[in-house]
């Protein structure tokens, strides 16, 4: 894995002097890979691992998202940010939710690729999505009724999540929800899984539950509701 990737857009914004500003560096690279379909080169062994082959092959991606409307569904005119969004307002059913979308993201190509689709799909609803990290949000106070996370909190350690709570309080309304998912490392699949993501390019932190629920409860949120699936657990929470 390399430990200086290549610079790109993020790489030069205004948290350059950050202490993740590595990490968060590293994680946008591998992904601006993946969404330019860049090959990855990965050993011979972990291409034998079944794990692999299903990413691969575009299943695995099927098995472990996080299905974040079963726990907090957003509802009509809410005002909802989704950090780390990917392409996700090309994926999953806003229209149908008439929810309002905004989005942070990390990743400069799923950035200018969701900016030029995004209002064409539906100009009324999709708000754009800013560059940034997710301890840095670019957003006022009190402006969002659900906030969305999910997907990458196991890239980084509890410390930088402690950052991302303080920051996702700010925003939310009073009242609002904060839905996020963890890597729980009890799954069977959490090892290769970890393995895997190595390899093309992001370390995974293996934490434990306790340790995660820890650091929501310093955090001053309040566990509302949890969601175990294959590999990753959605936790909905209160402030």
């Known amino acids: 894995m390399s430990k200086n990737p290549p610079p790109n857009s993020y790489q030069r914004n205004t948290y ?6 590595e990490r968060l560096a590293q994680i946008a690279y591998r992904f601006n890979r993946q969404y330019q379909n860049q090959k990855f080169e990965v050993p011979d062994e972990v ?3 079944p794990i692999y082959k299903e990413w691969k ?3 695995l ?3 472990i998202v996080s299905p974040f409307w079963e726990i907090a569904q957003p509802q009509k005119n809410e005002h909802c940010l989704d950090i780390g969004c990917g392409v996700s307002f090309l994926i999953y059913p806003w229209r149908d939710w008439q929810a309002f979308f905004y989005g942070q993201e990390i990743s400069n190509i799923a950035r200018d690729g969701l900016n030029s689709r995004g209002s064409q799909l539906n100009s009324k609803l999709f708000k754009g999505v800013k560059l940034g990290p997710s301890h840095h949000l670019n957003y ?3 402006q969002f009724d659900l906030i969305i996370a999910t997907g990458f909190s196991c890239y980084f350690p509890l410390e930088y999540w402690q ?3 303080v920051e996702v309080k700010r925003v939310l309304k009073p009242g609002g929800n904060f839905v996020f998912d963890i890597l729980n ?6 090892e290769d899984w970890a393995v895997l993501e190595t390899y093309l390019g992001a370390e995974v932190f293996l934490e434990t539950v306790t340790e995660w629920e820890k ?3 310093a955090g001053g949120a309040k566990i509302v509701k949890r969601q175990l699936g294959e590999l990753f657990e959605l936790y909905k929470v209160r402030f």
């Open 57 to 59: 092959n575009g299943r």
């Open 215 to 217: 650091t929501i409860k």
């Open 163 to 165: 950052a991302v709570l």
């Open 185 to 190: 490392s009890e799954q069977p699949l959490a």
């Open 47 to 49: 291409q034998e691992m």
């Open 140 to 142: 006022p106070e009190n």
């Open 16 to 21: 350059s002097s950050d202490k993740w500003q």
């Open 61 to 63: 991606s099927e098995r």
